[in-house]
């Protein structure tokens, strides 16, 4: 099992840029594939990016493409996501989760994203 906890979310300006982090605790973290999800208010939770454990293979949702980057520190326990050129439409609680098989089994408890016009 893993506990997960996220960070640096807060107000940016669109165009802007943050750094979320993802710490993760109680199991080998290497052995666990990633992603980040966000929920804005009134919309279903949506995949944003995911990361294999090994850090070579990543994807993500087209509405973030060219703009965030996953990536991860195994040695750190910690997966992060650089979101640059921000805009409106990505705030949101953005969550990072963490699978062994083929669904995301573990959650952390989000941090808020928001994006001023």
């Known amino acids: 099992q893993v506990q997960l906890v996220e960070s640096g979310g807060g107000l940016v300006q669109a165009g802007g840029s943050l750094r979320l982090s993802c710490a993760a605790s109680?199991?080998?973290?290497?052995?666990?594939?990633m992603g980040w999800f966000r929920q804005a208010p009134d919309k279903e939770r949506e995949f944003v990016a995911a990361i294999i454990w090994g850090g070579s293979g990543t994807v993500y949702a087209d509405s973030v493409k060219g703009r965030f980057t996953i990536s991860r520190d195994n040695a750190k326990n910690t997966m992060y996501l650089q979101m640059n050129s921000l805009k409106p439409e990505d705030t949101a609680v953005y969550y990072c989760?963490?699978?062994?098989?083929?669904?995301?089994?573990?959650w952390g408890q989000g941090t808020q994203v928001t994006v001023s016009s």
């Open positions: 109680g199991s080998t973290f290497r052995n666990y594939q």
């Open positions: 989760a963490a699978r062994l098989g083929g669904q995301y089994d573990y």
